[in-house]
């Protein structure tokens, strides 16, 4: 499913911090994000009218406001504490001074008692290092249990964070566990956490996709789209003489300003994107219909010629649909009533190809135009003709392709058996998988990072977007 970006922590985990007095754990291996969430939390906290304290106790706080400059916006730089033990005198106004473990414990009670806003939310980063610094051995689980009781007797939900993701005794106490993780995607790495155990809120998405874009907490959720329900949000980029604008900004980018005219290029979907994929593959061929050239399509197994017609006639309209936008269907019922669908006989390939080629030159003639964009349904081919002759095919695309202005795009699905040595005859290479209901996105050929596929709506427009998972 394509996602919905949101720059906060995950709904779910702000609902359950609106109860108070809750424990919660946040885990995970170095560099994985857990800092970044926590610091999300304190905005979201401090926004909605609550109070947060966030206790440092690994870097000074200078470098703290550093990593996230929007700290400062929120005016909070006396609850950015320091608590990193010291023997030097110290002034300073995010020092908290302590020797031992119960002036820490005093220190923070004190602090948090006095507060009048709620929730309040006391995040301690990191209680290995905080152990460390106070001398207490890693089995000496007093300071926790403290924090607990200050958890009770103040209603203050208390976030522990700690190093690695193993099983400790602290899980056993906490109410909400949440694992940030990093795993990789052929090589692309993707970020994730997981709620391993909340005891107020039901876990609905127990795996959340996010990313960390400019120092912010970026998460996905799902959201099942199929078609444009308001008009693109997109400026028509003007004529460029090697490339046809995808009109998505990230992918053009990639592409060194979209897909090159005479180009073939590969779209792989695997198994659970559903339909996305058109979120990728419409955007450029409504650049073309919006400047008047045409469009070609061979729809992929599942979609018909009114697929076609409800993605594209409610975006550019009645006339440019019928003059710009061409369907291919394959049948043995004879013509079609309308002039821009065209129905194949579905006797040989080798016919076949030639009645598409022809139908096309045709309508580049009568329009004037050299320039068009073609696509075509891969599994739709294999199931008409088999793997082999389908290769054949894709080899004469390839060869037309570099003899045109044309751009071809050709979506595979995973498991079909014409992917093996395709990717020679293809000029880019994108891969679109699905995880944790997201559909991800990257390139084989060129070689890119993963991206997350997120449709961003206002109360006027919509349009797709990659947003990279850093």
């Known amino acids: 499913m394509v996602a919905i970006m949101s720059v906060s922590p995950p709904a779910e985990l702000l609902a359950t911090l609106k109860n108070g007095g809750q424990i919660f754990i946040i885990k995970g291996e170095a560099g994985t994000g857990k800092t970044t969430l926590a610091m999300e939390i304190i905005r979201s906290i401090e926004e909605s009218g609550g109070c947060s304290f966030y206790l440092s106790t690994r870097v000074p706080i200078d470098k703290v406001f550093s990593q996230f400059p929007w700290l400062r916006e929120l005016r909070i730089e006396d609850k950015i504490l320091d608590a990193r033990k010291t023997i030097l005198p ?3 106004k995010y020092f908290i001074e302590f020797l031992t473990s119960q002036d820490f414990l005093k220190a923070i009670y004190s602090r948090v008692s006095q507060e009048k ?147 073939i290029n590969i779209i792989e979907v695997g198994r659970g994107v559903g339909r996305d994929y058109r979120w990728i593959s419409a955007p450029p061929a409504l650049n073309l219909v919006f400047k008047k050239k045409p469009t070609f399509f061979i729809p992929s197994e599942g979609n018909s010629p009114a697929t076609v017609r409800k993605w594209f006639e409610p975006v550019v309209g009645k006339k ?39 139908v096309t030159l045709k309508v580049l003639d009568e329009l004037g135009i050299e320039e068009f964009f073609f696509y075509a349904g891969a599994d739709t081919l294999e199931h008409l003709y088999g793997a082999e002759d389908l290769k054949r095919i894709i080899g004469r695309l390839a060869k037309d392709a570099k003899d045109s202005f044309g751009v071809f795009l050709v979506v595979v699905k995973t498991g079909q058996k014409i992917l093996d040595g395709l990717d020679h005859l293809a000029s880019t290479y994108f891969k679109m998988e699905s995880l944790a209901g997201i559909t991800l996105f990257y390139g084989l050929l060129p070689a890119t990072n993963a991206y997350s596929l997120v449709i961003e709506e206002t109360e006027q427009k919509i349009m797709p977007k990659l947003i990279p998972i850093e």
């Open 117 to 263: 806003k709620k929730p309040v939310v006391i995040i301690i980063d990191s209680i290995d290092a905080l152990k460390t610094d106070l001398d207490v051995p890693p089995e000496d689980f007093s300071i926790e249990k403290m924090m607990v009781e200050i958890s009770e007797r103040t209603g203050a939900n208390t976030i522990f964070i700690l190093e690695g993701v193993k099983e400790t005794k602290l899980d056993y106490i906490a109410d909400n566990i949440i694992i940030i993780r990093k795993r990789y995607v052929n090589g692309r790495v993707i970020r994730y956490l997981e709620l391993e155990k909340t005891r107020k809120t039901k876990i609905k998405r127990p795996i959340i996709l996010f990313s960390i874009k400019d120092s912010r907490f970026v998460h996905f959720t799902t959201k099942v789209l199929e078609y444009p329900t308001k008009p693109l949000n997109v400026s028509i980029p003007e004529e460029n003489a090697t490339h046809v604008s995808t009109l998505i900004e990230e992918l053009d980018k990639i592409l060194d300003g979209g897909f090159e005219k005479g180009s």
């Open 320 to 358: 440019l649909y019928k003059t710009y936008v061409h369907v291919f269907q394959f049948s043995t019922m004879g013509t079609s009533s309308e002039k821009n669908i065209h129905i194949i006989d579905w006797s040989d390939p080798v016919t076949d190809y030639k009645v598409i080629r022809e």
């Open 90 to 92: 110290k002034v300073d």
